[in-house]
């Protein structure tokens, strides 16, 4: 998991690795034990990237930097709809 961000507003359209996260988002640690987002560093040959969106019927909260395994536990029984992406990419062979 490159970035585990949450409490993002229904509002935002778009998101951006670089700019300031909107107001009320928060983000959580990623898989490399980091707070915020991680470029991936793809494999070569063909990568597979997941995107997934939960709409709640919550806000979560503060949680400090909380892992994408408990922001799962804490969604349960909140979730009003989910959709998922997938997108691919591929590393040039040197």
């Known amino acids: 998991m490159h970035w585990v ?54 806000v979560l909260g503060d949680r400090k930097t909380p892992t994408r395994k408990q922001l799962d536990a804490a969604m349960e029984g909140h979730i009003l709809g989910k959709a998922e992406m997938m997108g691919t990419g591929e590393k040039a062979k040197t």
Do not use: I, W
């Not at 909107?22 to 995107?51: E, L, T, V």
């Open 5 to 58: 961000l949450y409490d993002v507003p229904a509002t935002v359209g778009n998101l951006t690795e670089v700019a300031p996260l909107p107001s009320g988002a928060r983000q959580g640690k990623n898989d490399f034990k980091r707070h915020g987002y991680a470029c991936p560093c793809k494999p070569k040959g063909k990568h597979r990237f997941m995107f997934r969106l939960y709409a709640l019927d919550v």
